[in-house]
């Protein structure tokens, strides 16, 4: 999974990672975000995958 390694440091980055999470298999979506909440401890950035969730 190539998007873990995708840095994110602006906009452009969450966009494309959100992108990416899109296609990816709802089973495992949760997963996935888990995963990035632990690599990621910023809450802003936590918040905007959080609310990506539940939108998508």
Avoid: E
């Avoid at 873990?4 to 996935?32: A, C, F």
């Amino acid at each position: 999974m190539s998007f873990i390694d995708v840095k994110i440091i602006t906009n452009k980055s969450v966009r494309v990672l959100i992108i990416i999470l899109s296609g990816v298999v709802p089973n495992r979506v949760m997963h996935i975000y888990a995963i990035i909440r632990d690599l990621l401890k910023d809450g802003g950035i936590g918040h905007y995958f959080i609310y990506m969730q539940k939108v998508t």
